[in-house]
């Protein structure tokens, strides 16, 4: 890799790691850039989970404020996450083309929640109303969708943030942005957890992982301090505008 290649790697990880603390869709950044640069697409892959880690770790740090009297939802959904990213991970590795077809799916999907989510949040509270409104924790389809999500993520995880913004902003009673931290820490774990999985088995290109994982620490810092910021109508436009570009992207 030349000296102007890895710069422009760890630009992208800049890129991706402020994108995927505000919405999540960084690796339609870094992905295609590593591809362009002649890397193997599972190395490139396995690469990029693992350093876009930092990043997200970052990204969690600066949402710290947002995380207040969340612990039972983080330890709740973590092990959903966890077990997702791991779970995506080994299909990859067992299989790495048998997700292409549905990713454009998945994504559309998360589009049409993340738009649909506050009628569908007030339609959800309506019908727990009776019970006294949605459980702290969020619903009972929370953590098995958080798993599916985790599994995409670990997977390949383009949008993977907007899937999750979609399924927790339908699911929890909570705003926008203490939903963001509380993504931003799920997605942390799943590349952690399925990055460690490829760390061990994989092909890794290590030089690729420190070029995106310092990238991503100064872009997880930016994108915490930007997003933080942003009405929610803002915020849920910037989440359509990514996943618009993502779904583009790939049908491309």
């Not at 390949?156 to 963001?180: P, W, Y």
């Not at 290109?205 to 420190?210: E, F, G, K, P």
Request: proline share 4%.
């Amino acid at each position: 890799m030349s000296l102007l290649e890895a710069v422009l790697v760890a630009l992208a990880g800049v890129a991706a790691g402020t994108i995927n603390t505000v919405v999540g869709s960084g690796t339609l950044i870094t992905f295609p850039t590593l591809l362009a640069f002649g890397v193997p697409p599972v190395t490139a892959n396995v690469s990029n989970t693992i350093g876009l880690v930092p990043g997200s770790v970052t990204g969690a740090v600066g949402y710290r404020r947002e995380l207040s009297g969340q612990r039972g939802r983080v330890l709740r959904l973590a092990s959903a996450s966890a077990l997702g990213g791991l779970v995506g991970g080994l299909m990859l590795l067992w299989q790495p083309g048998a997700f292409e077809v549905v990713v454009p799916a998945l994504i559309l999907l998360g589009l049409v929640l993340v738009v649909a989510g506050p009628r569908i949040s007030a339609w959800v509270a309506r019908r727990h109303e009776s019970t006294g409104g949605l459980p702290a924790n969020g619903a009972w389809w929370v953590w098995p969708l958080m798993f599916a999500c985790g599994v995409y993520g670990g997977y390949f995880g383009a949008a993977q943030g907007v899937l999750m913004m979609a399924v927790l902003g339908i699911g929890l009673d909570e705003t926008l942005q203490r939903l963001n931290g509380l993504k931003n820490v799920l997605a942390a774990l799943v590349n952690g957890v399925s990055g460690l999985l490829f760390a061990i088995v994989a092909d890794v290109d290590w030089l690729i992982v420190a070029l995106i994982g310092s990238g991503a620490i100064v872009g997880g810092l930016l994108g915490a301090s930007i997003g933080r910021r942003l009405p929610a109508p803002v915020l849920r436009g910037f989440i359509v505008a990514v996943g618009l570009v993502a779904l583009v992207a790939l049908l491309r």
